[in-house]
């Protein structure tokens, strides 16, 4: 397992159990403890946790792991959804996309789409996220509109009160929601409050909601609440979704999309 693999392991069980301790994650990893501790003292450095004796607990500040560290999760997953949401885009359409690494994929889906090679423009995409503007910007077929703000670290989003003047004066055809949990009754959901605030207003700008979430999106709750699940019009995930949990949004009134 290379080192980057590692990292990307242990922040993970960290973040799911709030304290990891040497022995166990050598254990999960099939590692040396030497190994562990070696990258326990890395990631340290790096603020991305705190060292105690025996092991390692969650930063302070760092309850959201930075998109970097995201981007092997559930992944072929993600590239499934992203695929399936660039076909619900229409040519000439205004899409507006969120942060994250599922709207991330789905920029790249919607780049190599082939009815999308030309026009003028094939598409107009409005994001708050710099790494998806910095991906589509070398695509001349497409308008790229990006919000105003100050960025977010961990996950390349600009947020907070700049990107309202810009989002109050367009009109979308779709916005794509990246989430970190959907639940039937608590809505779409986000990490941080700015954060959602941003995404809450491409919702309200937009004629329709997408939700793009994997499987392990779906039920949970948390912090800082984006939209009601009344405002989305479609939810996209993977096959390995829960029927009960795709019935309750199906009930709803969502079109459900599994892949």
Partial sequence: MSRDARWKTLLELLVERGRLDVEEAAADLGVSAAT???????????????????????????????LRYKTARHASEKQRI???VAGLVAPGEAVGLTGGT??????????VRSDLASGSPALTIVTNALNI?????????????????????????????????????????????????FDVTHGAAAHDEAEAGINRLLCERAERVVVAADSSKLGRRAFARICATESVDTLVTDAAAERDAVRRFEEAGLRVVTV
């Avoid at 562990?36 to 340290?44: G, H, K, N, P, W």
């Avoid at 450095?45 to 060292?51: A, I, K, S």
């Avoid at 497409?142 to 390349?156: D, E, H, L, N």
């Fill in 102 to 111: 599922t709207t991330t994929e789905v920029a790249r889906a919607l780049a």
């Fill in 36 to 66: 562990v501790r070696r990258d326990f003292d890395q990631l340290a450095e790096q603020q991305m946790l705190v060292r105690t004796r025996g092991g390692a607990v969650v930063h302070g500040v760092s309850y959201e792991l930075p």
């Fill in 133 to 181: 503007a910095n991906e589509l910007a070398v695509r001349p077929q497409f308008k790229i509109v990006v919000t105003g703000g100050v960025a977010r670290p961990q996950s390349y989003e600009l947020v907070g009160p700049l990107a309202d003047g810009v989002l109050g004066q367009i009109t979308l055809d779709v916005a794509v929601l990246g989430v970190v949990a």
């Fill in 82 to 84: 992203a695929k399936a």
